[in-house]
């Protein structure tokens, strides 16, 4: 009989393309990883992955073994969801959730302490990945569930049949500038003439807040400084000299010395929720859309 374990590498190998890569996802070593394949091998008795170049490739044996599995892993998940049906249908034991960091910062870390409270059981496993990567592990089994949002197509549309997305949450950009600046002194929501003339701080070109950014202006703007960190941009806006535009769910405090404007056509991303088809009824995940949910209609 096939293992479960092995087959969940094959997919992983098939997915990424390298043992190394299939290693550090499934939190293994490539020897391990290896060891696995070839137990797969000695089950099925054919070869299922060939090398190419740096890499391997699946076999026709291997690609039929990998195009089998979601319904593998589909019925797996339905067994264990039966199976806490038959207890109480409280959520528990421990759900895997990957998202990118200022979703953990502004919608995941809030939650976890009503979660903790109302589901005593449940243990909750975050780890942060961007959303190209979150939304695969979760198709893999990798993860149970993902935090992704769709800026500039970073989320396929649509995604594959075996998975479910759901809208949580609307991000927004707001202009951060020092109290005594002079756009604090006009009426918001600001618009992009009030932009005009203007110095900044934004962040590094290739990061979606930078891409944000640019599409404010037709001009090319003042930057004066490229800085990743959020709080060290709130920084450098506090010295007076430069104003930023920073997410909502990014945003640190603001000191007593910095305020946030609203921009009359403020940059957008929409946050959605990931999850396996097969794993629609689990309590643990409704438990923690329901959090989510809760969060943002309090906000």
Excluded: N, Y
């Excluded at 449940?122 to 992704?148: F, M, S």
């Excluded at 004066?224 to 506090?238: P, S």
């Excluded at 990931?274 to 923690?288: E, L, N, Q």
């Amino acid at each position: 009989m096939i293992e479960v374990g092995a087959l969940r590498a094959l997919r992983s190998v098939a997915a990424l393309g390298t043992l190394a890569r299939a290693a550090e996802e499934l939190g293994f070593t490539a020897s391990a990883v290896s060891q696995q394949i070839k137990r797969l091998e000695r089950q099925v008795g054919v070869p299922v992955l060939a090398p190419a170049g740096r890499g391997v490739v699946l076999t026709p044996a291997g690609q039929a073994i990998v195009d089998s599995a979601p319904d593998v892993f589909q019925a797996l998940e339905r067994c264990a969801e039966a199976a806490q049906s038959v207890s109480d249908g409280a959520p528990r034991g421990t759900l895997r959730v990957v998202a990118f960091s200022t979703a953990i910062r502004g919608l995941l870390a809030p939650l976890l302490p009503r979660l903790a409270s109302r589901c005593p059981d449940l243990r909750v496993r975050i780890t942060e990945q961007d959303p190209d990567e979150a939304w695969h592990g979760v198709g893999t089994g990798t993860a149970d569930l993902a935090l992704v949002h769709d800026a500039d197509g970073l989320l396929p549309a649509p995604l594959p049949p075996s998975l479910v997305r759901r809208r949580v949450h609307t991000d927004v950009g707001d202009l951060v500038m020092s109290r005594e600046h002079p756009l604090a002194r006009l009426e918001p929501p600001l618009g992009g003439a009030d932009l005009a003339g203007h110095a900044w701080v934004t962040s590094p070109p290739g990061t979606v807040c930078h891409q944000w950014f640019r599409r404010l202006f037709a001009d090319e703007p003042d930057v004066r400084h490229l800085v990743d960190d959020f709080a060290t941009q709130l920084a450098l806006v506090a010295a007076g000299e430069v104003i930023a535009l920073i997410p909502r769910l990014a945003r640190p405090p603001l000191g007593e010395g910095l305020l946030a404007r609203p921009l009359r056509r403020p940059p957008k991303r929409e946050v959605h929720a990931v999850w396996r088809r097969s794993a629609d009824t689990s309590p643990a995940i409704r438990a923690v859309l329901a959090e989510l949910a809760a969060g943002c209609h309090a906000a």
